[in-house]
């Protein structure tokens, strides 16, 4: 009996698109997308049935801004995920089930470290910006307690966030273009 699922990959790839082998692109899709969605698929049914249960499934900031050149699929691949969430959020509701997709910015965990960028990113961004991972899942259950259909810890992020919903897409693109330049993927 799985009464919560948290789908939590993290993977990229920051070799730039056509320097990325086609697999390497299908194994990210797998991991970040396919995987969620099919292991959704595979205990929400006796969540439903139980009338209890909690699916998590953390995003990324990156999926609420413009793509990211250098690491072109994984925003996408994030927002995806987010869209997702919010309509199975949608779809269970009043099933005693609940979904929501995390959001977190700049979190402190092995990612980086995992992907080769902290050097990259510790250098581009003031340690401000940075979240503890211990904060970030904390909002993330919250959220999820709350029945929130997805959730952004950090004033920061949600400013940021903000500025890419209403700015134009030509500003919302280069300001995402800056990012990646300051990560030397560009």
């Not at 697999?23 to 205990?43: C, D, G, N, Q, S």
């Not at 990211?68 to 919010?86: E, M, N, R, V, W």
């Not at 949600?158 to 134009?168: E, R």
Request: net charge positive; proline share 5%; glycine share 12%.
């Amino acid at each position: 009996t799985v009464d919560a699922l948290v789908n939590n990959a993290g993977f990229s790839r920051t070799a730039g698109f056509l320097q990325t082998d086609p697999e390497a692109h299908a194994a990210m899709i797998r991991v970040m997308l396919t995987a969620p969605i099919e292991l959704a698929r595979l205990f929400a049914p006796g969540m439903v049935e139980r009338g209890h249960g909690r699916i998590l499934n953390v995003a990324s900031l990156a999926g609420r801004m413009p793509a990211t050149g250098g690491d072109t699929l994984y925003g996408p691949i994030k927002s995806f995920l987010i869209k997702a969430s919010q309509g199975l959020h949608l779809e269970l509701r009043g099933t005693g089930v609940h979904v929501t997709a995390l959001c977190p910015g700049y979190t402190l965990t092995e990612f980086h470290d995992a992907n080769g960028t902290r050097a990259e990113v510790s250098a581009a961004y003031p340690g401000w910006m940075w979240q503890g991972a211990d904060h970030v899942a904390r909002v993330g259950y919250a959220a999820c307690e709350a029945n929130r259909p997805s959730v952004t810890p950090g004033a920061m992020n949600n400013l940021l966030a903000g500025l890419a919903k209403h700015l134009p897409d030509r500003m919302a693109l280069a300001m995402v273009g800056g990012h990646a330049k300051r990560l030397k993927r560009i």
